[in-house]
């Protein structure tokens, strides 16, 4: 099965611009492959406006999130890969999804299941 992430990205985003607000995406700037200007990390993230009035050609796909923005006036080229993302969100009321990590592990398979234990029972006086 595919990932539900991206899904959720999408109309999460919608859901936002919608309600006439600004969407920001949380994103783990150390994640290997992502392009993003350094400069503006913090503690290793980085919070992307992605309203559409500040970026051009944003596609939200299934494994990256791309757009072209300024940063201190000078064009850049992002990419987010989706595992990288950590949270969308409204700017102006923090509504959105947060993502847990496990959920960027690729595979959807349930954990294994633990084998039962026996119930022991004690004598309290």
Request: glycine share 8%; aromatic share 8%.
């Amino acid at each position: 099965m595919t990932s539900l992430k991206p899904y959720l990205i999408r109309s999460i985003y919608e859901w936002i611009l919608d309600n006439e607000l600004t969407p920001h995406l949380l994103v783990d700037a150390e994640y290997e492959g992502a392009v993003l200007p350094g400069n503006f990390v913090e503690d290793g993230r980085i919070v992307l406006n992605i309203n559409p009035p500040a970026i051009q050609g944003l596609t939200l796909g299934n494994e990256d999130i791309e757009f072209n923005a300024r940063f201190s006036g000078k064009p850049m080229h992002i990419l987010v890969p989706m595992p990288a993302v950590m949270a969308i969100y409204a700017k102006e009321n923090g509504k959105g999804m947060i993502f847990d990590r496990e959920e960027d592990s690729g595979d959807d398979e349930p954990p294994p299941e633990k084998k039962p234990s026996r119930p022991q029972l004690r004598v309290v006086k």
